[in-house]
């Protein structure tokens, strides 16, 4: 007979759906708490865990995990969901971008966390022990913060572990509509040392980053992105029912390049996320307030754009465009 299964005193039987709090600090306002959901399946299986809002302004990820959670039944799942829809509730609070309002810290940036940091730091550590650290596989929803518009991708850290790695770039494979991003240590391509994938990966939990929408809006089209590829990897791992999912053609990342501005001014764009850019081509103009175009920003390489800096007005050195090097996955 299969067993309950429990993260602290939050306990889901087989066949059952239950959600409740995670402590993890307090403020004197009061408790600092994560939400957490158990899907515990009547039948055996892996365990995944999801977790969205790490960044709490990327909002078509959050909205995809609520949604996959609320739909998930267990009579249908094989194996148990943990869900974490909203990781970092005080920046969802504060519709804060980037850092955490309490302590100014990214929280993928700083894991594995401490037991005896900061606020960020302890966040990183619960959730990389007690909840990511309870699963076999894990997901993190991201999408571009405030101000980013990016281009959809599955990412996953190369441990140098055949069988793990493996494991890893078939979910980023079964996951993504197109690209995949893997990345070794001191690589230019994301998960990166301090992320929750990276350091979910080096603990011998299958890790992947999933990242599509962007720039604090709630586009269906990028919810759906999320939800079907969080199915896709669900029904790779055999935890529902129809079959793996069919890759089509994927690229493979290489490299990323940013295309910064050398003057100041009115910024026009010339291309969006997915274009594909030719070398030397013409990626924006800059005019200054007399309406005169003071620089043609070119990109330096072929690539793919993958990240559009929503901003219309820049100064000397701001970003206005990453691309992507890739080749054929």
């Keep these: 007979m299969r067993a309950p299964f429990c993260i602290r005193d939050i306990v889901a039987a087989p ?57 998930i039944q267990p009579d249908a799942l094989r194996g148990v969901v943990i869900g974490v829809p909203v990781c970092n509730m005080r920046m969802f609070e504060h519709r804060a971008g980037f850092v955490s309002p309490l302590d100014g810290l990214n929280l993928n940036k700083v894991a594995p966390g401490r037991r005896d940091g900061s606020i960020s730091e302890i966040l990183a ?33 190369l441990t140098g572990k055949r069988a793990l790695d493996a494991e890893g770039e078939a979910l980023a494979r079964a996951f993504t509509p197109r690209l995949i991003s893997l990345s ?25 980053l999933a990242e599509c929408g962007g720039n604090g809006t709630l586009d269906e089209a990028d919810v759906r992105t999320h939800m079907e590829g969080a199915y896709n990897v669900l029904r790779h791992l055999g935890m529902l029912d129809g079959g793996a999912p ?11 390049v940013v295309v910064r501005a050398s003057r100041s001014g009115l910024l026009r764009l010339g291309v969006r996320i997915g274009d594909e850019i030719a070398a030397g081509q013409e990626v924006a103009e800059i005019c200054n307030v007399f309406g005169e175009v003071v620089e043609r920003v070119r990109a330096p390489g072929a690539g793919l754009a993958g990240l559009v800096w929503a901003h219309k007005m820049v100064n000397t050195g701001d970003p206005v465009i990453r691309y992507w090097i890739t080749e054929p996955a």
């Excluded at 939400?35 to 302004?57: E, M, Q, S, Y």
């Excluded at 309870?134 to 599955?154: K, N, R, V, W």
């Excluded at 240590?185 to 990966?201: C, E, K, Q, R, V």
């Design 246 to 256: 069919t890759n089509g053609p994927r690229i493979a990342a290489r490299d990323r």
């Design 125 to 157: 550590d619960v959730l990389l022990r007690e909840v990511i650290g309870a699963a076999q596989y894990h997901i993190d929803f991201h999408a571009g913060d405030l101000g980013e518009m990016l281009f959809p991708f599955a990412g996953y850290a």
């Design 184 to 208: 070794t240590d001191g690589s230019t391509i994301p998960p990166f040392p301090g992320s929750l994938n990276h350091s979910a990966s080096r603990n011998g939990v299958v890790s992947i």
């Design 15 to 71: 066949g059952e759906k239950t959600r409740g709090w995670l402590t993890i600090g307090e403020t004197p306002g009061g408790p600092i708490q994560v939400p957490l959901v158990l899907i515990n399946g009547r039948a055996d299986g892996p365990v995944i865990c999801f977790t969205a809002g790490v960044h709490a302004t990327e909002y078509a990820p959050i909205d995809a995990v609520m949604r996959l959670l609320q739909a």
